[in-house]
């Protein structure tokens, strides 16, 4: 009985050490990770955030728990930036808002994981402020009706955080 516990405590420390060590490779912060988008029912995010009257809806594809706080990471592949682009990070604060929003718990920053570099992008209001005045353009263009690209750049489209979404995406 005895060694069948200890054997037991002994798989039980190497889990939470395989998990850690996952963790780390992936890049992501300390905490439990609570929603990995597309894994099945350990998940504990159902549907994507949703924000009726923001009009806002998205899913990070991660989250990591830290106390009461939520932070969401997104994974990026291709190119490695020297910045974040600004699409990605305005789709990050998205998150951030969505996560205080709909669920009503803290997040406080989240992460850009592109495959060579981390980013941290804390969620001031200033930023916050940005991203609803980009919603509040892109409502009114939306009501306006027909609305074209602006420009020829692939690139940008790659890096756009709405490309998923957009008609007019050049890449
Ligand atoms: S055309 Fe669409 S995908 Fe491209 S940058 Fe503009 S909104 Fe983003």
Same mark, same amino acid.
């Given at each position: 009985? @005895?060694?069948?516990? #200890?054997?037991?405590?002994? $798989? *039980? =420390?190497?889990?939470?050490?395989?998990?850690?060590?996952? !963790?780390? %490779?992936?890049?992501?912060?300390?905490?439990?990770?609570?929603?990995?988008?597309?894994?099945?029912?350990?998940?504990? @995010?159902?549907?994507? #955030?949703?924000?009726?009257? $923001? *009009? =806002?809806?998205?899913?990070?594809?991660?989250?990591?728990? !830290?106390? %009461?706080?939520?932070?969401?990471?997104e994974?990026k592949t291709g190119h490695t930036p020297t910045e974040p682009y600004p699409g990605h990070v305005y789709q #990050?604060?998205?998150?951030? $808002?969505?996560?205080?929003?709909?669920?009503?718990?803290?997040?406080?920053?989240?992460?850009l994981?592109y495959p060579e570099a981390?980013f941290?992008?804390?969620?001031?209001?200033?930023?916050?402020?940005?991203?609803?005045?980009? #919603?509040?353009?892109?409502?009114?263009?939306?009501?306006?009706?027909?609305?074209r690209r602006s420009h020829q750049h692939p690139a940008r489209c790659r890096a756009c955080g709405f490309r998923d979404?957009c008609?007019q995406r050049l890449a």
């Amino acid at each position: 009985m @005895l060694v069948l516990g #200890l054997l037991l405590v002994g $798989l *039980g =420390l190497l889990l939470v050490w395989w998990t850690q060590r996952a !963790q780390r %490779e992936l890049g992501l912060p300390a905490g439990r990770v609570v929603y990995v988008d597309d894994m099945g029912p350990a998940q504990t @995010l159902a549907r994507p #955030l949703y924000d009726p009257r $923001l *009009g =806002l809806v998205g899913k990070p594809d991660y989250m990591v728990e !830290q106390g %009461e706080a939520l932070i969401p990471v997104e994974v990026k592949t291709g190119h490695t930036p020297t910045e974040p682009y600004p699409g990605h990070v305005y789709q #990050l604060v998205a998150y951030g $808002l969505l996560i205080r929003r709909v669920l009503g718990r803290p997040s406080p920053y989240g992460l850009l994981r592109y495959p060579e570099a981390t980013f941290r992008v804390e969620f001031t209001p200033a930023l916050t402020d940005e991203l609803l005045a980009i #919603l509040a353009a892109m409502r009114t263009d939306e009501a306006r009706g027909d609305v074209r690209r602006s420009h020829q750049h692939p690139a940008r489209c790659r890096a756009c955080g709405f490309r998923d979404i957009c008609d007019q995406r050049l890449a």
